[in-house]
């Protein structure tokens, strides 16, 4: 079965300092992972994907992910978080149908 | 900014009542997926439409329909509705030839009493 899990519910991170969220996936293939974002009230922004190929993945607004297949994962990052990145982040596993975790909020203290 | 128009924002019906949500896409986005959100989770996979034919269906009650037509719009139908359907209600479209590159609206906010 595929599944997407966020382990972590919510995460507060000081402006300025790294982030990472962590993604776990399964799927017996190889998985087209994605991260988006979703800011209140509205609907979801694509940030990344990951389809083949270079296991880094650059993304807008700063962001990168590292999909590791050995771990089953698929991490975002950011080196330096802003206010604005305040949000709730989704991975999802895609296809023609998309398995999203329940996500993780981001609070971002100044 | 968005590609994908929906409506309306926000909605509120009674219990055992029906309503029909609305999405329109850009032109030659002929793929179309809706997606329900409830409150605190991840979307959850209702149907796909691709060339206004059924293409793929989650786990969802068959009181949940949905219709595609040639101008890119589309619509999900929810009849005898229950409390539990209070959700944000996501369409998501894609282009001809861009694999999963979908593109999603920012929702219909449904709230049953």
């Known amino acids: 079965a595929q599944s997407v899990t966020q382990p972590d519910i919510h995460i507060t991170v000081s402006e300025g300092a790294s982030l990472e969220l962590r993604c776990n996936y399964s799927y017996g293939a190889t998985p087209y992972l994605f991260w988006y974002v979703q800011s209140p009230g509205q609907g979801l922004q694509l940030l990344l994907k990951y389809f083949s190929g270079d296991t880094l993945v650059q993304g807008i607004k700063g962001f990168e992910a590292e999909f590791k297949r050995s771990q089953s994962s698929f991490n975002l990052r950011k080196p330096s978080v802003h206010w604005s990145d305040a949000a709730e982040y989704f991975c999802?596993?895609?296809?023609?149908?998309?398995?999203f975790g329940t996500g993780t909020s981001l609070t971002v203290i100044p | 900014e968005t590609g994908v128009t929906q409506s309306p924002t926000h909605l509120i019906k009674t219990r055992g009542q029906q309503v029909t949500l609305r999405c329109s896409s850009q032109?030659?986005?002929?793929?179309v997926s809706w997606y329900q959100q409830a409150l605190g989770q991840g979307p959850q996979f209702i149907f796909q439409?691709?060339?206004?034919?059924?293409?793929g269906r989650g786990n969802f009650p068959p009181r949940f329909s949905g219709l595609q037509f040639p101008n890119y719009s589309s619509e999900l139908n929810v009849n005898a509705l229950e409390l539990d359907d209070s959700a944000l209600y996501l369409c998501a479209s894609s282009p001809v030839g861009q694999l999963y590159g979908y593109t999603f609206g920012s929702g219909t906010r449904l709230t049953v009493v």
């Open positions: 999802a596993l895609g296809g023609n149908q998309f398995y």
């Open positions: 032109s030659g986005h002929n793929t």
């Open positions: 439409y691709y060339r206004e034919e059924e293409n």
